[in-house]
């Protein structure tokens, strides 16, 4: 069956290090694979999308790798700060035609000041 | 701004009594999504709208119904809420159409839930 995991056990770390995230999956061939920021009590916001066809992708001090040999995206927090304490989901569509999106459970962030 | 509303932001039902949530967009997107999500859980999708069209995910249960009316609107109806089905329920829209066909999700707030 399809999978989606994510580190469920919350990430502690020190202000101004560089936070990564993980995101494995199974029994997809996705198309693209997003990652999401959600902060309690909230709806999930868009961060960044990655396409199979791409290694990386940056945004100011975001960035995602996607490795479809290894079947995993790590996502990257550079220089991270108490605002960026929140839940991370990544989620993944698969290619062919219209496909629906599947999100992970995600994985809490937390930046000690 | 172009946003995804959802009313309520808090709703308590009464078990057993039917609930109605709501949402609306300004964004004029095509697909109009229904995730639930629990705590510490991922969104799990109910149902979505592509156009008109209505796509039921197969493990929701019949007891969640929805309508779109129109474009900007779409509704959750939970004919007779159970307390499992107190949780956060998240609307969400996309537009695959948008070049490179994306379909990157534009959630609501969300509505939580509770059922007494």
């Known amino acids: 069956s399809q999978k989606i995991e994510q580190n469920s056990e919350a990430l502690n770390i020190q202000e101004g290090k560089t936070a990564t995230l993980t995101c494995n999956y199974t029994?997809?061939?996705?198309?693209?694979l997003q990652w999401y920021r959600q902060d309690p009590g909230r709806g999930p916001v868009f961060l960044l999308l990655?396409?199979?066809?791409?290694k990386e992708k940056r945004k100011e001090r975001l960035k995602v790798t996607f490795d479809t040999t290894l079947k995993q995206s790590l996502f990257h927090i550079t220089a991270s700060q108490p605002a960026d304490s929140a839940t991370y989901l990544c989620?993944?569509?698969?290619?062919?035609?219209?496909?629906?999106?599947?999100f992970g459970i995600g994985t809490k962030l937390q930046v000690i000041p | 701004d172009a946003m995804v509303i959802q009313n309520p932001r808090y709703q308590v039902t009464q078990f057993g009594k039917p609930v109605t949530l709501s949402c609306s967009q300004t964004?004029?997107?095509?697909?109009m999504y229904w995730y639930q999500q629990k705590s510490s859980q991922a969104p799990k999708l109910l149902f979505h709208?592509?156009?008109?069209?209505?796509?039921n995910e197969a493990d929701t249960p019949d007891n969640f119904q929805s309508r779109r009316p129109n474009t900007s609107f779409c509704f959750l109806d939970i004919r007779s809420p159970g307390l499992g089905d107190a949780a956060m329920y998240l609307c969400?829209?996309?537009?695959?159409?948008?070049?490179?066909?994306?379909?990157?999700?534009?959630f609501g707030p969300g509505t939580r839930l509770t059922v007494l």
């Open positions: 029994n997809y061939s996705p198309a693209y």
């Open positions: 964004l004029n997107h095509n697909v």
């Open positions: 969400a829209t996309s537009d695959p159409r948008a070049p490179g066909g994306i379909d990157t999700q534009y």
């Open positions: 990655i396409r199979e066809n791409e």
């Open positions: 989620a993944l569509q698969n290619s062919g035609g219209y496909q629906k999106v599947t």
């Open positions: 709208y592509y156009d008109k069209d209505f796509n």
